[in-house]
C-alpha cells in the first residue's frame, strides 16, 4: 500500500492539523463497544434492491472493513449508487415504490431487521452525497451540528468543541474558523462538500458512506477530498462509490466491481483488495473495464 | 460471473469487557424525537382532512337544501312578490347569460389581442409595463371595479343603473385573466414552428394568426372558459352597477337580474320560502362554473401543465 | 427586363403583407393598451371622485368613526379596523392548515391521492363569493352563535390580555365570523401556492437532513420549511391580497351594524368592502357619494401594495408562477 502511505504522509505536510492519535470510539454512556478497538464494519448479504418493478441490484454479497475505504465501481446504471444508499437505508426514501431484501450488517446487527428505525441507523452510518448540499438557512457552525443538535442534546461547549473537531478533521477549519456565522453556500464547491463531510462526521458515524463526492468538484478540491479519505480512514470506516477507476486505485482499500447485465440489474462481479483487483483480475469483464475497453 | 469475496471476518477475539451495546435500541430522547415526529404526522394530515371537508360541507349544503327548490318553473318565471306562490329566477338567468355574453364580446377580443401582442411582441418596457398592469388589474378587488364602473358609467355616462355597466365590470375582470392565460400558452408554441412558416415566405400576421393561434386553441379556450367561471360568480360588481331586476329583460340600458345578485336579495329577505330559492339559485351557479371547468379540463384533454 | 420584373414581383407583393403586418401589431397593440387605459382610468376616476371628501376630510378619513350624513361627517375608521381585523384573524386561522395541507400533499401523501386533493382544492377556489356567504348566512353565523363562540367566551374570555377579544354577546354575526369565512375562502390559494413552493425544494436538501438522523419532521422544520420561509410567507400575503377585497361573504356575516372600535371580535362590524356594498344606493349627495369613492380608494391603495409585496416574494423564489397554478385559483 505503498501509494497510500505516500498519500497519507503528503497530507500529513499538507494539512498539519490532521497528523492526531487515532482514538477509540466511543458509545453513549461512554461503554466500549467491542469493535471499538478495532473499528466498524459493515457486510453486506445477498442484498437485492428494486424500484417498483425494476431491479436495480440483485444478489449482492461483500464486506466494508473496519478502518479501511472500500470503493464500488463500475459503469453507469449498474446500480453502485443504490447499493450505497442501501446501506444507511436512504434507497428508501427514493420515489418509485423502491425495495429491498438481504440483509446489511453493521457490526453484526441487521439495519434491516424488524423494528429497526431507520432514523436510528442513519445516526451511525453517515452519507456524503455527490452534489455538495449544505442547508442554505443556516450558518457554517449550524450545519455542521445539524444532526448533533437532533439525536443529542448538547451544550454550547460541547457543540463549539464539535464544530472545531470536525472542521478541522475535514481540513476545512484554517478556511472558515473566522466566518463561522456565514451562510453554509457562501462557500466554494469543494469547500461546500468539505463542510458536509464535516457535518457527517459530527455525528461520530461507524461508517461513513460517500457517493461520487468529487464528481462534482475540480481537481484540486478533489485531491483535497482524497488525501481527506486518507486521512479519515484511519479513524473511521469508509465506502465511497466513484466512476473513475484511478481515484479508486488510488484511495481505496478494497474494492468492488459491478456490472449491470442484460436483464438490467446490476450484480457483483468481482470484489477484492484494490491492487490485486487492479493488476491481477479475476474476471474478464473486470479486466475489460479496467483497461478501458468499456465504460 | 464467479465473485470472489473474501470470507466473511471471524469474529475478533473478544476482550472481557462489557457486553455489546445495542445501538439501534431507542432510548428516551429518541422516543421523543419519533412521537414528536408521528404527532405533527397526524396533526399535518388532519389539516388535509379539513381542507377538503370543507367542500363537501359546502357543496353539500348548497344541494341538500337547493334541489328541493328546482321545479321548471323556477327556471322560467319571474321571481313573484312575497304571498305568491311559485316564481323563479328566470330573468336572473337571462339576464347573466346576457351580461356574460356581452362581456365576452368586449374581454375576450381584448385579452386575447393584448396576449398575443405580449408573447409576440413583447420584449420591450412597454410589454413590461403591460405586465404590470395586467397583474394589477387581475390583483383589484372586485368590489373596486365595480366602484369605477358605478362612478363612470352608472352615475356618469349612462345616469341610471344598466346591463351594459355590469358587463363593462366584468369584461374589466375577465380581461386580465384571458391576458395572462394566452401569453402563457402562445409562449409555449414551439419557435421552430413560427420560423418554419415564417421561412416559407408566410408574413407575420398570418404566421400568427393561422399557425400559432390554432395550436394553442385549447389552452386559449380555457382561459377564455376559466375567466366566463369567475365572472359568473361575481356578485359586488354586479350589484353595484346592475342592480338587479324582477322582470325579464333584454334592455341593456336598463337594469338587469343575474343570479349572484338573485341570490343576494333573496337571501337577505326574510321569507323561507326565497331562502330555499337562494339555495336553489346558488346550485344552478355551482352546476354552471362546474360544466364551465369541465369545459376547461376536456379543452385540455386532461393534460395539467403544472406540477401536481 | 423580364427578371427584373418578375423580381419586383416578388417583392411588391411583400408590401401588402407589410400593411399586415403593422395593421396586427397595431391592433395587438391596441388591445394591450387597453389594460393601461382601464388601470389609468380607474385609478384617475377614483381620485377625481372622491376629490371632494379628500379635500374635506384629510386625514380625519382614515381616523374618525363618524359616518353621518345627515351631519356631513364621514371617517371610514371602523371600517379599515374591520378589513385588518378580519383579514389577520383569516390568515391566522388559514395559513396553518393551508402550510399543513400543503405539506401534506407534498411530503407525505401517496402520490395516488395528489389529484383528488388538488382538485378539491381547485374546485373550492372556483367557488363564488357569494355562495360562501349563503352558507356563511344560513350555516355558518348559527354554529357560532350558539356553539363556537360561547364555547370560546367561556374558555379564554377570563384570560386577562386574550379575554378582551372575546367579549360581549355571541351573536355569530361579528368579525370573527368574518375571519372564519375569509379564513375558509382563502385556504385554497395560500394551500396551491405553498404546494408548489415546498414541491420545489431540492430533495438534496431532504436528503441531506435524513442522512444525519432527523425523523421526518425534523426534516420538514429544519430543512424543508426554511428554504420554502419566502415562497410561503409570499403565499400567505396573496392570501391576504384575496382576503382584502372579499365582499359578498363578508357582508353576508359581518353584521353592518357597530361603527364601535371595540376590542372585542364578537362584535358585529364593516369591511371596507362591506360598507360599499351596503351604503352605495344611500349616496344621493355628492359629498356621500365622494365618501364612498374615497373608502374604494383606500381599499384599492391597501391592495395594490400587499399584491405588489406577494408577488415580489413569490417570483423572487419561482421565477414566475404558471397561470394555471395561480389563474385557476383566484388570486
Redesign the interface.
Known amino acids: 500500500m505503498t501509494t497510500q502511505m505516500a498519500g497519507a504522509a503528503q497530507a500529513g505536510t499538507l494539512f498539519p492539523g490532521l497528523a492526531r492519535p487515532i482514538s477509540i470510539t466511543q458509545d453513549r454512556a461512554g461503554a466500549e463497544t467491542m469493535t471499538g478497538r478495532t473499528g466498524h464494519a459493515m457486510r453486506v448479504e445477498e442484498l437485492s434492491a428494486w424500484y417498483g418493478a425494476h431491479q436495480a441490484v440483485r444478489a449482492v454479497t461483500l464486506d466494508v472493513k473496519p478502518r479501511t475505504v472500500t470503493a464500488l465501481i463500475g459503469p453507469s446504471g449498474c446500480g453502485k449508487s443504490t447499493l450505497i444508499r442501501c446501506l444507511n437505508r436512504m434507497h428508501e426514501v427514493t420515489p418509485g415504490s423502491p425495495r429491498v431484501s438481504g440483509k446489511v450488517l453493521l457490526d453484526d446487527r441487521d439495519i434491516y431487521a424488524q423494528g429497526v428505525d431507520p432514523v436510528q441507523v442513519r445516526r451511525y452510518v453517515g452519507m456524503v452525497f455527490q452534489k455538495p448540499n449544505p442547508f442554505p438557512s443556516m450558518s457554517i457552525y449550524d450545519n455542521v451540528v445539524a444532526g448533533l443538535k437532533l439525536t443529542q442534546a448538547p451544550r454550547k461547549s460541547e457543540l463549539d468543541e464539535t464544530v472545531e473537531r470536525c472542521l478541522r478533521q475535514s481540513a476545512l477549519w484554517d478556511e472558515v474558523k473566522d466566518k463561522l456565522r456565514q451562510s453554509g453556500v457562501s462557500l466554494s464547491g469543494g469547500q461546500q462538500q468539505r463542510l458536509c463531510i464535516a457535518r457527517a462526521l459530527a455525528m461520530k458515524p461507524h461508517v461513513l458512506l460517500m457517493d461520487e463526492p468529487c464528481s462534482a468538484l475540480d481537481p484540486i478540491a478533489t485531491y483535497k477530498i482524497e488525501a481527506l479519505m486518507t486521512e479519515l480512514k484511519r479513524e473511521y470506516t469508509i465506502a465511497i462509490v466513484t466512476h473513475n477507476m484511478q481515484q479508486a486505485s488510488r484511495v481505496a482499500d478494497y474494492t468492488a466491481f459491478l456490472l449491470a447485465g442484460d436483464k438490467g440489474y446490476g450484480e457483483l462481479v468481482e470484489y477484492g483488495p484494490t491492487a490485486e483487483l487492479f493488476t491481477t483480475p479475476k474476471d474478464e469483464r473486470t479486466e475489460a473495464y479496467i483497461t478501458g475497453r468499456f465504460g | ?6 470470507a ?2 471471524v469474529a ?1 477475539a ?2 472481557a ?2 457486553p ?5 435500541a ?2 428516551s ?2 422516543t421523543l ?2 412521537t ?2 408521528n404527532a ?2 397526524v ?6 382532512l ?3 371537508a ?2 363537501w ?3 353539500g ?2 344541494i341538500i ?1 337547493g334541489v328541493p327548490a328546482l321545479n321548471v318553473a323556477f327556471f322560467t318565471e319571474r321571481p313573484l312578490p312575497y304571498g305568491e306562490p311559485g316564481g323563479g329566477i328566470g330573468p336572473a338567468i337571462l339576464g347573466s347569460l346576457t351580461i356574460m355574453a356581452v362581456a365576452a364580446l368586449a374581454g375576450v ?6 396576449g ?3 408573447s ?3 420584449r420591450g418596457r ?2 413590461w ?2 405586465r404590470f ?16 364602473v ?3 358609467l352608472v ?1 356618469e355616462i349612462i345616469g341610471n343603473f344598466a346591463g351594459f355597466a355590469g358587463a363593462a365590470a366584468l369584461a ?1 375582470i375577465m ?3 384571458i ?3 394566452v401569453e ?1 400558452v402562445l409562449r409555449l408554441v414551439p419557435h421552430s414552428l413560427r420560423e418554419a412558416a415564417l421561412a416559407l415566405g408566410v ?4 404566421v ?2 393561422g399557425v400559432v393561434l390554432p395550436s394553442a386553441r385549447a389552452g386559449i379556450i380555457t ?1 377564455v372558459v ?1 375567466s366566463l ?2 365572472a ?5 360588481p354586479l ?2 352597477t346592475t342592480l338587479g331586476n324582477q322582470f325579464f329583460s333584454w334592455d341593456l340600458k336598463q337594469p338587469m337580474a343575474a343570479i ?1 345578485v338573485q ?2 336579495n333573496y ?2 329577505a326574510p321569507y323561507d320560502d326565497w ?1 330555499t330559492k ?2 336553489g339559485a ?1 346550485f344552478v ?2 352546476v354552471i ?2 360544466l364551465l ?1 369541465v369545459l376547461t379540463r376536456l379543452a385540455t384533454g386532461g393534460t ?5 | 427586363m423580364t427578371a427584373s420584373h418578375e423580381a419586383a414581383g416578388v417583392f411588391t407583393g411583400g408590401r401588402s403583407s407589410r400593411i399586415g403586418d403593422a395593421i396586427f401589431k397595431g391592433a395587438a397593440g391596441a388591445a394591450a393598451c387597453s389594460v393601461l387605459v382601464i388601470l389609468i382610468l380607474l385609478i384617475g376616476l377614483l381620485i377625481r371622485d372622491s376629490q371632494e371628501s379628500l379635500v374635506r376630510y384629510g386625514f380625519s378619513f382614515i381616523t374618525t368613526s363618524t359616518w353621518d350624513n345627515v351631519k356631513e361627517q364621514f371617517g371610514a375608521l371602523p371600517y379599515i379596523y374591520g378589513t385588518l381585523v378580519t383579514s389577520v384573524v383569516g390568515l391566522l386561522i388559514a395559513v396553518p392548515i393551508a402550510v399543513g395541507a400543503a405539506l401534506y400533499v407534498a411530503e407525505y401523501a401517496p402520490l395516488w391521492i395528489r389529484t383528488p386533493i388538488s382538485f378539491t382544492i381547485e374546485m373550492l377556489a372556483a367557488i363564488p363569493s357569494i355562495i360562501y356567504g349563503l352558507w356563511g348566512f344560513f350555516i355558518l353565523t348559527p354554529i357560532m352563535r350558539s356553539t363556537v363562540e360561547p364555547a370560546l367566551k367561556g374558555a379564554l374570555g377570563p384570560i386577562p390580555v386574550i379575554g378582551g377579544l372575546f367579549q360581549g354577546p355571541a351573536i355569530g354575526k361579528d368579525l370573527f365570523t368574518g375571519g372564519v369565512i375569509l379564513a375558509i375562502m382563502i385556504t385554497p390559494t395560500i394551500m396551491a401556492v405553498s404546494r408548489e413552493i415546498i414541491l420545489a425544494v431540492p430533495p438534496a436538501q431532504r436528503e441531506g437532513m435524513l442522512a444525519v438522523g432527523a425523523t421526518r419532521w425534523e426534516t420538514i422544520r429544519t430543512a424543508v420549511l426554511p428554504y420554502a420561509r419566502s415562497g410561503i410567507a409570499g403565499a400567505a400575503i396573496l392570501g391576504l391580497a384575496r382576503a382584502l377585497g372579499e365582499t359578498m361573504a363578508v357582508t353576508m356575516v359581518i353584521g353592518n351594524a357597530s361603527r364601535a372600535v371595540t376590542g372585542s371580535l364578537l362584535t358585529p362590524g364593516y369591511t371596507m368592502a362591506s360598507a360599499i356594498a351596503n351604503q352605495f344606493t344611500e349616496a344621493d349627495t355628492p359629498v356621500y357619494f365622494s365618501a364612498i369613492v374615497e373608502v374604494a380608494l383606500v381599499l384599492l391603495l391597501v391592495s395594490a401594495v400587499v399584491n405588489i409585496v406577494a408577488r415580489l416574494l413569490i417570483w423572487q423564489i419561482q421565477g414566475g408562477l404558471s397561470s394555471r397554478a395561480l389563474g385557476g385559483v383566484r388570486v
Open positions: 460471473m464467479s465473485s470472489q469475496t473474501i466473511p471476518p475478533p473478544a476482550p469487557g462489557p455489546l451495546l445495542d445501538i439501534f431507542p432510548d430522547r429518541y424525537r419519533r414528536a415526529s405533527m404526522a396533526l399535518i394530515g388532519v389539516c388535509a379539513i381542507a377538503v370543507v367542500l360541507l359546502i357543496l349544503y348548497v337544501r377580443p381584448l385579452g386575447v389581442g393584448a398575443i401582442y405580449l409576440e411582441f413583447g412597454f410589454a409595463i403591460v398592469c395586467g397583474d394589477l388589474v387581475a390583483g383589484l378587488p372586485s368590489i373596486v371595479v365595480g366602484v369605477f358605478w362612478a363612470l352615475k374589466i380581461i386580465p385573466i391576458l395572462r392565460t402563457e408574413p407575420q400576421w398570418k400568427v394568426m382561459g376559466l367561471a369567475r359568473a360568480g361575481e356578485t359586488a350589484i353595484l349572484p341570490i343576494y337571501a337577505v331562502h337562494a339555495w346558488a351557479l355551482i362554473i362546474g371547468s395539467r401543465r403544472t406540477a401536481l
